[in-house]
């Protein structure tokens, strides 16, 4: 028999779109819409077989319904940019699958299903129609079905004429009648105010259409239903006719001209290489026909409220679910357990009560999977609970593999890699206010899912991580880091809530006379923090030069007012009133916040996937942050204190390490010498920048060679050493030539990482982490320029980044190994702060330098400096 099968291709679009996370290939284009209408369509056709196919468009934004009601979708957003960039690849797609496409100007995706349904129903066709929209069950009849899409793109319910029945207890094509009454807030049609579904499906029952009603309202029982009702008749009679599919619309398209072959041809293949969707590549053979069906996750998860210990083996996937952001509160919604045995879910409450699962949890024999092991490490240590035994981490082994995957969903790390059947924890859960923990079951099918996917991922993962020989990247380094990380963030560090307290009041003090002294300057009070109120001031009342405007007026940003700085002693003022009043807000105030009640001490937590280079950042709060330049920036770090008497904070420093690792890198000969001798870079810079001696040096030359050492790292350009000098081009193009004519190695590598980066599409560093770099050959000069820049820095920042990462594990390992009680307490860029005993503080201060100066052997000596005292302001 013939079946045809006719997709809404816009709502389908939509629906890939926003139930999958942003998804990009190497190029930077947008394709999860394009990725989630795949995984559908390769579904559909493996289960309809259909020998007919055909997917369905929308025009444009106006239809012959805008004549009848201009708000008809009115309350629409508009389309993101990044879906919309996507339906040109989907309309390729289904070229290079032999599938017909068809739009019609003034009608929408279903008057053109519709149609075609009803020639194909005529013509003995079995009909199935995959959507969204529930509007579509008005053409359900004997030879049309309709799968009805509920949840993200393959979650789907089919409804006959019976299920419509069973559902709504209506007949599908009183479905217009049901919109007429109730309305549609998706698509803007008004209805009935103040008739839901339930009232209008008791009307439908009871009269059949809308007309009906209408004709018989003096039986419609409830005064006030009834009032609604005949207020509002031509808004229900005009809702109708608007929801009304268009089953007789001018198509030109034939059924017969959607015929369908289920070939696959090298044109799927190389469109499938271009989006970067190895998973769906794998499906297809060399002949180009299509493999198994995407792996499917096992759902059947048994809840339980104990562990038999046949259950616990290993390797084991464990899913540590928590909702709540900040982790450091234990804040656990479940666990999920997936082996070879089966899934498992078990509540928290349950868990921590499970003295044999709590043993397992904590046995380092029985090897455990996990999503993000140091966050669920991080949450069992807060109840109670030493989690070991971690094999494998997915976030970090996603994260090396390309950290632009960083802190995406397991669903879609899962999905891009053929794993289907779990959504993401946004739809599932909510988001934002809406966000809820749902019973009890359907938690368990999500989160066994999880564990089941997780468990699936692994090997997968590992197969990728040994292709780009990462493998010792994340066992040797980000995996053992992790571990670290759990206990540093545990421990925390002590803050003096009474000494922000102080600083706070200190620093009112300093704005109220700020305050006071740009109000004198501007001859009248205003809203310092207007910038309206403050455009006027500065380029009306004062007749400084307006540098740049917007729509609602004059700027006032920062890079606004740096450039007015010396035409009046104003603007330096209110530069200092913004910065200490940012310093308020975020660092006392903000701290205040943060400090833990049961421990008097924060816990910030490190960002260990996140950044591309592989440096590690941190949140809530963020102290790497804190700002040092400034004196009052600086205070703050008094705050934070030793946790016991007799204790001092120590700081221990790494020296110019990107400079040394460009050294290393670049091989240049010159640079190289300059750190072996223990010379002073800057000043070994402008010795030969300048054609000087070193007793000949000025502190200006100095200065000058400094921004240029540090420049050359991150690419700068003549113009950008200018800005940062205040000198022009012309001389700025001097100094950065001198000094690529004084280290040839470094123009050398500048030039080969690039040319290297344009070759293979990313740049590594010395541990071998990877970065892509999807614009290194673009057209855009911008983008390709930035690229570039990128290309030249990643290598030594992410190098940087790699030996106090290492440092951070021999150190922790020396640490437990010398039973010292010293802490390791915080990374800041290249710091590590200490606390330590003052009978350790002799042994601390041979044992630190020692090992981070050794952590990763360079052609040029690693230099460490250290300090201590009782508080971190002290120390450095």
């Not at 369509?41 to 004549?67: W, Y």
């Not at 100007?105 to 529930?134: Q, S, W």
């Not at 357990?337 to 928290?348: K, M």
Request: net charge negative; charged share 30%.
């Amino acid at each position: 028999m013939k079946k045809l099968v006719l997709i809404d291709g816009n709502n389908v679009v939509y629906r890939a779109f926003f139930a999958l996370p942003l998804l990009s290939n190497n190029q930077g284009m947008y394709t999860n819409a394009v990725y989630g209408f795949t995984m559908m369509l390769m579904k559909v056709i493996e289960e309809e077989q259909p020998t007919h196919l055909l997917v369905a468009f929308d025009a444009g934004k106006t239809t012959f319904r805008h004549e009848t009601y201009k708000e008809y979708k009115g309350g629409r957003q508009k389309t993101p940019p990044e879906l919309s960039q996507q339906f040109p690849l989907i309309h390729q797609l289904l070229d290079a699958m032999a599938i017909k496409r068809y739009e019609l100007d003034n009608y929408e995706a279903d008057d053109i299903v519709g149609t075609l349904a009803r020639k194909a129903r005529n013509e003995g066709f079995d009909v199935r129609i995959v959507t969204g929209d529930k509007d579509y069950l008005q053409l359900v009849d004997e030879d049309v079905r309709v799968s009805l899409i509920r949840k993200g793109i393959t979650d789907t319910v089919d409804y006959g004429v019976e299920k419509v029945r069973e559902r709504y207890g209506i007949e599908p094509r009183e479905v217009i009648d049901l919109k007429g009454l109730m309305g549609d807030a998706s698509d803007n049609i008004p209805g009935v105010p103040g008739v839901g579904e339930k009232t209008a499906i008791k009307l439908l029952k009871q009269f059949k259409t809308v007309e009906g009603v209408y004709d018989h309202i003096d039986e419609v029982s409830g005064k006030k239903l009834k009032e609604k009702l005949e207020l509002n008749r031509e808004q229900a009679l005009l809702s109708k006719r608007i929801a009304t599919i268009d089953n007789d619309s001018p198509v030109t398209v034939t059924t017969e001209s959607c015929a369908y072959t289920h070939e696959f041809n090298d044109q799927l293949k190389d469109l499938f290489r271009e989006l970067g969707f190895q998973s769906l590549l794998d499906k297809l053979d060399a002949n180009g026909s299509e493999k198994n069906e995407t792996e499917a996750v096992a759902i059947s998860v048994h809840t339980v409220s104990e562990f038999s210990s046949k259950q616990l083996v290993s390797p084991s996937a464990l899913i540590v679910q928590m909702l709540d952001e900040n982790y450091h509160y234990g804040a656990i919604n479940g666990f999920a357990v997936a082996n070879n045995t089966g899934t498992y879910f078990i509540e928290t409450e349950h868990a921590l009560k499970d003295e044999r699962f709590c043993k397992w949890l904590e046995d380092p024999e029985k090897k455990k999977v996990l999503l993000d092991s140091k966050r669920a490490e991080v949450a069992l240590k807060w109840r109670g609970i030493s989690l070991k035994g971690i094999s494998f981490d997915a976030r970090l082994a996603t994260y090396l593999i390309d950290p632009s995957e960083a802190g995406q969903d397991l669903a879609l790390l899962a999905t891009k890699r053929g794993i289907s059947n779990i959504e993401t924890d946004d739809a599932f859960y909510g988001k934002g206010a809406k966000r809820k923990i749902p019973e009890e079951d359907g938690q368990a099918q999500h989160l066994g899912r999880k564990a089941a996917a997780l468990l699936q991922l692994e090997p997968k993962l590992i197969q990728e991580l040994d292709e780009n020989k990462q493998k010792k990247l994340l066992f040797d380094l980000e995996l053992p880091l992790a571990r670290v990380l759990a206990k540093m963030e545990f421990t925390g560090i002590k803050a003096s809530g009474e000494t922000l307290i102080a600083m706070g009041d200190e620093l009112d003090r300093t704005l109220d006379i700020i305050e006071h002294d740009i109000y004198l300057m501007a001859g009248v009070s205003f809203n310092i923090n207007s910038p309206k109120q403050l455009g006027e001031i500065l380029f009306e009342k004062l007749m400084l030069p307006p540098i740049k405007k917007t729509k609602t007026g004059y700027s006032t940003a920062a890079d606004v007012l740096e450039k007015l700085r010396g035409r009046h002693e104003i603007i330096d003022r209110i530069l200092d009133f913004r910065q200490l009043g940012k310093l308020k807000s975020t660092y006392v105030v903000g701290l205040l916040k943060v400090i833990h009640p049961k421990t008097g001490h924060v816990h910030t937590c490190y960002n260990q996937a996140l950044t591309q280079t592989g440096r590690l950042s941190s949140t809530d709060p963020n102290l790497q942050n804190i700002p040092i330049r400034l004196e009052e920036g600086r205070k703050i770090r008094k705050a934070f204190l030793p946790s016991k008497e007799g204790w001092q904070i120590f700081s221990a420093d790494y020296s110019q390490i990107e400079l040394r690792v460009l050294a290393h890198i670049a091989d240049d000969e010159n640079l190289k010498q300059a750190f072996i001798d223990g010379m002073d870079i800057h000043t070994k810079t402008a010795m030969d920048v300048f054609g000087v001696e070193k007793d000949e040096v000025t502190s200006l030359m100095r200065r000058h060679a400094k921004a240029v050492n540090f420049g050359i790292i991150y690419g700068i350009s003549d113009y950008g050493l200018s800005q940062n000098l205040g000198i022009t081009r012309k001389d700025a193009a001097r100094f950065i030539e001198k000094y690529l004519q004084s280290y040839p190695g470094v123009q050398h590598y500048m030039e080969s990482i690039v040319k290297k980066a344009r070759s293979e599409g990313y740049v590594t560093t010395l541990l071998n982490r990877r970065r892509y770099l999807p614009d290194i050959n673009s057209r855009n000069f911008n983008s390709r320029s930035f690229a570039e820049r990128t290309a030249m820095n990643t290598p030594i920042q992410g190098s940087a980044a790699d030996v106090i990462k290492k440092a951070m594990i021999l150190m922790d390992q020396r640490l437990n190994e010398e039973k010292l009680k010293s802490r390791m307490l915080l990374q800041v860029h290249d710091e590590l702060i200490f606390e330590v005993p003052d009978q350790e503080l002799e042994t601390m201060s041979r044992l630190v330098p020692e090992i981070m100066e050794h952590a990763i052997q360079l052609s040029v000596p690693l230099k460490v400096e250290h300090s201590f005292g009782p508080t971190w302001y002290d120390a450095k």
